[in-house]
């Protein structure tokens, strides 16, 4: 059975730091294109950032320059790391695999940047 398992959110203030991890099982990691979303009360699932099996990366603005997702595909883990945050940032942080045939989420992490 696929698991995205995420770890590392928490409780920060603003302009501190947090480190995201999602380590994967029972997928060929690799091949997958991996995300990282976000969904804020009463607000949509976001896609926040992307990296291909290639290692092309795609962000949503606000983040650029702010946040940097990598993989380690002998791991099998993604990685978001998250510099300056602030409280907007504050969300429930969810990890994503897909291909084109398929797409897998992890269960979520919380992740709060105080003001």
């Known amino acids: 059975q696929v698991q995205l398992v995420e770890s590392g959110g928490g409780l920060v203030q603003a302009g501190g730091s947090l480190r995201l991890s999602c380590a994967a099982s029972?997928?060929?990691?690799?091949?997958?294109?991996m995300g990282w979303y976000r969904q804020a009360p009463g607000k949509q699932r976001e896609l926040v950032a992307s990296i291909t099996s290639g290692g092309s990366t795609n962000y949503e603005d606000s983040v650029k320059g702010r946040f940097t997702i990598s993989r380690d595909n002998a791991k099998n883990t993604v990685y978001l790391q998250m510099n300056s945050l602030k409280p907007e940032d504050t969300a429930v942080y969810y990890c994503?695999?897909?291909?084109?045939?398929?797409?897998?989420w992890g269960q979520g992490t919380q992740v709060t940047v105080s003001s």
């Open positions: 029972e997928i060929i990691f690799s091949i997958y294109t």
């Open positions: 994503n695999a897909r291909t084109w045939a398929v797409n897998y």
